[in-house]
């Protein structure tokens, strides 16, 4: 038990970032450039956690919660999913509906310190990701509906546990393929990928979640900056799960599998991102929308 | 039956782009995609026959290559690109066809299917894509996108009709596919004659003759 | 033999494609249309019932041929004057359409494999978009893309009834199969609630190429801007095709010993479109959709007849002659009448009779033909029906059609006088009756008489067959 969190909380503290780093490092080898190193936000995190907190007068203590809960929660939420085969260490009847509203109760602490600085551009960088993130919202729950469904239990472990290879074998396949595709856009948004959002992006007009963490400096950038990638990686845990549902029976097989998986996956984000332009921001709803007719769909195939 | 669970499913995502998509031009394109992956759809059931060879090759034919080739053409001579102001929004098209296709999946178990159709996903989605079809005739008002409402009802009839290929015999079902083609070509013309006349192919302009 | 009145159509349309000549190429329709009559009715006399899997003919699909053939005839001599008149216009597309058109009927009328009807079905419809849109103005073009997109639709629905049919077969064990024989040697096995839907659909869609109400939308509006001759094959020909499809759907479910339902739902749509066609004949300033509101009427009148049964569906069957030949003969005379006042409304059409004497007269008497007045055919016809819906004790229902027929006397009459009566406006343009375009709608008008007074004995037997075949109980 003790070993399987330790083990759970070593993989994601030490490769969350890296994630960030296979991105950057596609992005770049598609625009035949070499690139920031692999390993540039372990770097970029090192350099923040050394500099001091900068906070601006108007602020006040909510400002620096934001950050705060923007780490802890991802890493409560990876402590109730499973990576790959390693079943998660923390786990209860509906600990689903605790998963989807941590994320909830991150993003309320992030715009409320974005709006905290009373900035007017990070009011409506927070307006947008609450709007953006709600219409997300049903799509996930619909997802894991859909996993309830087909697992007849109602705690992450169960939803992506031994029965999805059978699952992906029988009828189920198609809404387990379709609800994929949903997870992937949800992840995109979620952690404010092309093409919702631009991370690199430079103007604060344009800008969705970035603008939120402007005011945001050293240690407390350093903190939202893993907490992305915490965030990233217990998302992405999730859709490598799905993807790839084989239990090799040892533990370390088990994780290098789930490793391999997160780098396809970011693989994956990165040729989008190279590949796409970013949606208009009035059609970013549409799409949003989309999804969630897709998985009620992906429901209601499960259903019949 | 393994394949064509998949193809079904990509059938009806197509239903669902569709319906949400202003473009014209993927919107063809996409609609000939969805022909020719129907066109598997015999040699899926019945594997390689003569028959359903000759109705792949047929339909991959008319509904993958010719019409949507006929339709281009027609999209780049009138010169429209978009969609604009359809009856019913985008959205609310898209929503009202997932409802649909839930229904139609829904009441699908409601009909009395022969024993081997019942886990099939071959009659809703045949259903669920004529509903489609309907919708994009009803809620459009650019005469292409109302063609290709028909073209989609025809796919959802064709749909079913691969369960029946027994009782459509070659010349039947070549026909049938020989009678689309044409009825598309005549439209095509129609269209243009209709841009000539009214310098658009909406076809709201179309409401002189009433009582 | 069948198989010559189908392709040899298709053939004189390649040929009139390559004859550079107008005049020549107009010839060819009434020469392939007196052929083709003549080889109809050599059918029709011979009685030999013709059985083949594909093709073949029984009383009801002999009286629809030939009356479409005649009817066919009649028009293509029509056109040989109407196209001689509209050189402006031309006959290269009119020509080929029509005898593709003959054509389709005509394979439509004798197939015996349902799945090829409506392939016919479907193709009569795409070769007469083109015949609609003869005139090519923004209003022809109009009513041509709604017919198109309508009755494509509809005929959409229709296929996927056929499909349902031939699913019905599945349940039972025994394969599938859209040949009509075999499936109403089957039809006692086929899955009830399969064989039910399919009926429907197949009355939607075929109903809707008929024009029954409510899915006569497209018809006032093609009949309208069609030339006449078109409207006239429209409205007689490829309205009873159409009918015939539907008969088909009713014997297969009288086979299946559902008949009282299919009748009932003919019954409900038929008094359907006696209402609607009523309340829109009432004021209809405009000649040419009055007469095809006319046609939405008698297309009711029929699905009455046959959705009553027993001395009600021979009324129809002799309907389907009468209608056919004074359609045809109202909407040539309508056609002379629009080309003489470059009009087909009231407010220029007036005094028909004084300008156009033959022409005038043939409408006013095609009108009252229609209407059902003595001691022309549809009187006799209609009476039948009505003696049929009284002899079942439907009372109500006879009550509504008398009335309707009523409604529709007053209004239709209102209009056709008004028309015909009164002093011609000196503006008319140079046109004149001619030989060529009044001799067939005369012929019709006469035929009409003389089946108002004495139907001959093969006549009376061929009609009693037809009939017979739709009375079959299982």
Known sequence: MLANLVLHLFILLLFAPLLLGIITKTKAWFAGRVGAPLLQTYYDLNRLWRKGFVFSRTTTWVFLLGPVVGLAVPLLAALMIPFGALPAPVSFEGDLILFVYLFGLSRFFTAAAALDTGSSFEGMGAAREVTFSCLAEPTLLFVLLVLARLSGGLSMNTLLGEHLLASWRSEAGASLTLILVCL????????????????????????????????????????????????????????????????TGWWLTNSLIFLAGLSVLAVLIGVIESAMARLKLPRVPQVLVGTSLLSIFALVLVLR | MEITNPLLLTVILINFFTLGSARLGACIRIVALQGALLALLPLAVHGFSLHSLVLFSGALLFKGVFIPLLLLRAIR???????????????????????????????????????????????????????????????????????????????GIFIFGVLLSEALPLMVEGGVLLDLLVGVFVMGIVMNQINREFSSINTESLTALKE | MLEFIIIFPLVVAVISLLIPNYQTRSWLLPVSGGLHFLCSVWLAVEQRPLRGIWLGLDALSTLVLVVTSLLFFGCALYAVGYLDIRRDRGNKIMVPCLLIFLSAMTLAIAARHLGMMWMAVEATTISSAPLIYYNRNKLSIEATWKYLLICSVGIALAMLGLLFVAYAALGSGSPASLQLDELLQMAGSLSKPWLHGGFVFLLVGFGTKMGLAPLHSWKPDAYGEAPGLVGALLAGGLTSVAFLAILRGVQLMSAAGDGAMARQALLGMGLLSLCLAAIFMVRQPDIKRLLAYSSVEHMGLLAIGVGIGGLATFGAMLHLINNALTKGSLFLAAGNIQRAYSSKRLTEVRGVISALPVSGSLFLAGFLAITGSPPFGPFMSEFTILRGIFANHHLLVGLFVLLFLALVFIGMGSTVLAATQGKAEAKTSGFRDRLLLCISPTVFILLVLVLGVYIP???????????ALLEVQP
């Open chain 3, 457 to 467: 004995e093969p006549l009376q037997q061929a009609l009693q067959n037809a009939a």
């Open chain 2, 77 to 155: 001579e009138v010169r429209i690109r978009r969609e604009v102001e359809p009856v019913i929004g985008f959205v609310p098209t898209l929503i009202l066809g997932v409802l649909m296709t839930a229904g139609a999946f829904l009441f699908a178990d409601f009909l009395p299917l022969a024993v081997e159709h019942l886990d099939s996903l071959f009659v809703p989605t045949a259903l669920a894509t004529m509903f489609s079809g309907f919708l994009l005739l009803i809620t459009r008002r650019k005469a292409i996108t109302q063609v290709l409402g028909y073209l989609m009802l025809e796919n």
């Open chain 1, 184 to 247: 992937f856009v949800v992840l995109l948004l979620e952690c404010s990928r092309i093409p919702f959002d631009d991370p690199t992006t430079h103007l604060e007009l344009t800008m969705i979640h970035e603008v939120m963490v402007l005011d945001h400096s050293g240690p407390a950038f350093g903190m939202i900056l893993y907490g992305a990638a915490l965030k990233m990686m217990v998302l992405g845990a999730l859709l490598v799960r799905l993807a790839i549902p084989w239990d």
